[in-house]
């Protein structure tokens, strides 16, 4: 039923002026429109909207991720941008807060200004 329907993400935020600065400065997101209730931003043509809340405990897991080409390249890009990366206890992670799976894959994660958990993948 839902096959063939395009996604929607939502992330909460208390403040829509610092979650603005976050998404489209830092991570250079599309912006495409504003109301009283969101942001929606395009990601490579999925709707983002990081919606208007008054209160929310952020969830202790990645809620968005996105899947890159060069992990390394990006953490250094977002990094020069301003971006902190997590480091996990018992984790493997290397200098650059990316941890390598067993498989290959690696992963790094940071946080939005409310605390949501996002991370970027390289499979």
Known sequence: ML????IVGFIPSTNLDK???????KLG???????EFALEF???QIKLRITTV???TPANYTVLGWEVDDIEATVKELVAKGIHFERHENMPQ??????TFPGGSKVAWFKDPEG???????F
Request: contains cysteine; glycine residues 0%; hydrophobic residues 30%.
């Open 54 to 56: 008054a209160e929310f």
């Open 29 to 35: 997101l599309d912006l495409k429109n504003i109301d």
């Open 42 to 44: 395009d990601v490579n």
């Open 116 to 122: 949501n958990t996002l991370s970027i993948t390289q």
């Open 19 to 25: 979650s603005k600065s976050f998404f489209e400065d």
């Open 3 to 6: 096959t063939k329907s395009n």
């Open 94 to 99: 290397d200098d650059l807060s990316i941890c």
